[in-house]
């Protein structure tokens, strides 16, 4: 299954950050979550706040303009 698009490339922490935050909430164990984030501060606060609270991240792309990250809540 896709997992489902998060486009968080116009917004910036903390706003970015709250909608991570709000969407991931509703994944059930083994659900994916593609994000995509431009804000350089959002870039640094979102997989870290994940990453603390039980989500496996993969990087798909990172590069100056974009960082695209598949979120997957741990089982």
């Known amino acids: ?3 489902v698009l998060l486009n968080l490339t116009t ?3 903390p706003m970015a950050l709250l909608l ?3 969407a ?3 994944l059930n164990g083994g659900d ?3 994000i995509h ?3 350089t501060g959002a870039r640094q606060d979102i997989p ?3 990453s603390n609270h039980g989500f496996f991240i993969d990087v798909r792309l990172d590069t100056q303009q974009v960082l695209e990250i598949i979120v997957t809540k741990r089982q």
């Open 32 to 34: 994916k979550l593609e």
């Open 20 to 22: 991570a935050k709000r």
């Open 1 to 3: 299954m896709e997992p």
């Open 11 to 13: 917004e910036r922490c």
């Open 37 to 39: 984030i431009t804000d």
């Open 48 to 50: 870290r706040y994940l």
């Open 24 to 26: 991931v909430q509703t």
